[in-house]
């Protein structure tokens, strides 16, 4: 997306780099994502694991552990303000009350000595400085607003003492207690079962829509996406490969890698016949491909593939106007429109 | 958000703790779903008893501090262990409860002599009263004891603590510097460093056992927080907007201190043998402080003729090191979930 500098975007990051400084070498595990997502939009990262988009969103909460993480370049802008370029004392006021984050496993994200009321609680006594007994009354609203029975006998509760999805609820509650504009979810889903995901989803989607966050959905499962996101990135090897509206994806995707994402999903209609697997693995950080890093396991590949990395084109929609996030990083992308 | 939608969640979720709960297990789904109760009510039963993989009564387990003391209360091990304790602490307070007599003062004429009415351990080598003085030493081994371990549990703690969670220069200075103190043989140590002091009190017996102990302590502190920093939640009260300060003593703190707390009870028996040695050595507490250490000592060149005057310090000195040394067994068995 080579946009041009808009302040009105609720977060808009830039170029971002991170690299990893390990033993084995420097790895660099986001080289260059440019995303962003507006006020009431949700925004869906996909990708594989090892793709660098837990770490992107690490690097926008400016959580990552450094070392062996540094970010090396680039620019999150949140409301126009670049966070990286802030104090940490200034960044951690936004942090929590301006942009919060759901984590994937809510049993291991929960602090297991402390009550969720105290967990819950915590977060007005530190950013709004309330006294322990308003606070307390503030949790049992959010746990009643998250929909979890009984509020009010529960608030006293150790995580270990309720299911996946309740827990989940509860780090939901968490994220959206100071009412933030963006809320960051890695992966809110992937640790339940089926059919509370599809809970736990709907009640992320109702509350964004409520407060008119921005969401960004971290997920390597297209079928949560499907019905939540406006916006989709496709993440391979550090790097955005993919960006379209949700349905524009689904329906005519402009990259191999998402294709063959796409293709990989079980269907009813396909039952019988053998379910299409990307062949290869994701590679290793360290050592990269040359040219488009996905070419060792494209279909499409041919010799540029391998010598020149492909700049993200855009990619014009169903009616042949240029699209705004539209684009593909492939250097065939009009044939794999057209197939 | 489309109504059919909400009445489906209450259902499923509702019902999914009451599984894994403690209620009866032995409703199938098919029965949940046909027979279940009122699902929109809230049911308080099931979900609040939480499940227990080590047994115990449901409903009765909260955390791991109130499950460890629930543990605790039941095992036979702690109860001896901690009577003893509070036994040998009241001693130590208060002696005159069960020894009316004076430490100090002797009768030569009866130096070495065996029991007697009125006292029942003999007399020792300057006609002291040996029940008196067993009496009397509990009160410097518990004195060392427990002021040692408080402060090595405090300094290793805290320095390691802080080495663990900022990292980088800060922890590998302390950590060479734990290395050192780890070094020093503790009773070549002893020897060299309390033989200069001329003091016969507590105090510098238990600032050189602080001195030694607290490396032991702030390894395993500095690990625990390691660890402890890795967890999701460190992460998430980091992403919520937790000051360092408030990461570390709340949500690090709280679920690395166990560990420490095990190697503290354990290290206390070990420090009260230790006084015990230095004063039997002669660079520990020296008379007229009452010890055992110095009591042993002292009656070790007569064990054949009046073996008496050995036997019950050195009694009342493994009774006190086995009863803490149970204790910090019994403690870190509630407290390592992992035995559960």
Not at chain 1, 26 to 41: C, H, I, N, P
Not at chain 1, 92 to 105: N, P, Y
Not at chain 1, 319 to 333: E, K, L
């Amino acid at each position: 997306m080579t946009q041009a500098p808009d302040v009105t975007r609720l977060l808009d990051v830039r170029d971002l780099r991170v690299e990893f400084r390990t033993r084995d070498g420097v790895a660099e595990a986001v080289g260059g994502v440019s995303y962003g997502v507006d006020a009431g939009r949700t925004l869906a990262v996909l990708g594989e694991s090892g793709s660098g988009k837990s770490v992107t969103a690490q690097a926008v909460m400016g959580i990552l552990d450094s070392p062996p993480a540094f970010v090396t370049g680039g620019q999150v802008l949140f409301r126009g303000r670049d966070l990286l370029t802030m104090s940490p004392r200034e960044r951690r006021s936004v942090r929590g009350a301006a942009m919060a984050m759901i984590f994937q496993d809510a049993l291991s994200a929960l602090n297991p000595v402390l009550t969720v009321g105290a967990q819950l609680a915590e977060m007005y006594e530190v950013h709004r400085g309330m006294s322990r007994k308003d606070a307390r009354a503030r949790a049992v609203e959010l746990m009643d607003r998250v929909r979890i029975p009984a509020a009010k006998a529960r608030v006293n509760d150790y995580p270990h003492q309720f299911s996946g999805g309740m827990r989940q609820r509860i780090m939901i509650a968490m994220a959206i207690a100071l009412e933030p504009e963006l809320i960051i979810a890695d992966e809110p889903t992937t640790a339940l079962d089926v059919t509370v995901q599809a809970q736990v989803m709907d009640l992320l989607d109702e509350l964004r829509r409520e407060y008119a966050m921005g969401l960004i959905l971290i997920t390597h499962d297209l079928g949560v996406v499907a019905d939540v996101a406006d916006e989709i990135a496709v993440m391979y090897a550090g790097r955005i490969v993919e960006t379209a509206p949700v349905r524009e994806l689904y329906r005519r995707p402009a990259h191999p890698y998402t294709r063959g994402l796409l293709d990989s999903i079980p269907r009813v209609d396909h039952k019988g016949k053998e379910l299409y697997a990307i062949k290869g693995l994701p590679p290793s950080l360290l050592t990269v491909p040359t040219g488009c890093p996905f070419h060792p396991r494209c279909p499409r590949a041919q010799d540029i593939c391998r010598t020149e990395r492909p700049p993200l084109y855009e990619v014009p929609d169903a009616t042949d106007t240029v699209a705004p996030g539209r684009a593909s990083a492939c250097h065939f992308w009009k044939d794999e429109l057209d197939a | 958000m489309p109504e059919p939608f909400e009445t489906h969640l209450d259902m499923t979720e509702a019902l999914a703790p009451a599984a894994g709960g403690g209620g009866p297990v032995a409703a199938s789904g098919a029965d949940t779903l046909q027979g279940g109760g009122p699902p929109r009510t809230p049911r308080r039963l099931p979900w609040r008893r939480p499940f227990r993989p080590g047994g115990g009564l449901p409903g009765s387990s909260r955390g791991l501090w109130s499950d460890a003391w629930h543990d605790l209360r039941r095992n036979p091990v702690f109860i001896v262990s901690a009577l003893v304790i509070l036994f040998l602490v009241t001693v130590a307070i208060w002696p005159q409860l069960i020894a009316d007599g004076n430490p100090y003062q002797g009768d030569l004429s009866k130096a070495q002599e065996g029991p007697a009415p009125g006292h029942p351990f003999g007399y020792d080598l300057q006609g002291r009263d040996v029940y008196t003085r067993t009496v009397y030493g509990a009160r410097a081994s518990i004195t060392v004891g427990i002021c040692a371990t408080a402060g090595a549990a405090l300094l290793g703690s805290v320095l390691g603590g802080l080495a663990g969670f900022f990292g980088g220069w800060w922890d590998a200075l302390l950590s060479r510097l734990a290395d050192v103190f780890f070094g020093i043989p503790i009773l070549l140590g002893g020897l060299v460093f309390l033989s200069v002091v001329t003091s016969g009190s507590v105090w510098p017996v238990v600032g050189f056992i602080v001195l030694l102990g607290w490396p032991q302590i702030s390894r395993i502190a500095r690990g625990s927080v390691v660890t402890v920093k890795q967890h999701d939640y460190v992460q998430a009260a980091r992403a919520l907007g937790a000051s360092s300060g408030r990461t570390l003593l709340r949500h690090i703190a709280p679920n690395a201190v166990a560990p420490v707390i095990v190697v503290a009870t354990i290290a206390l028996g070990t420090y009260i043998a230790l006084e015990a040695t230095l004063s039997f050595l002669g660079v520990g507490l020296k008379p007229p402080t009452v010890s055992w250490g110095i009591d042993i000592s002292s009656a070790s060149s007569q064990i054949r003729n009046a073996p008496h005057m050995l036997l019950w310090p050195a009694g009342a000195l493994s009774l006190t090191v086995l009863a803490f040394i149970m204790l910090g067994d019994a403690v870190r068995d509630a407290l390592d979930p992992k035995l559960r």
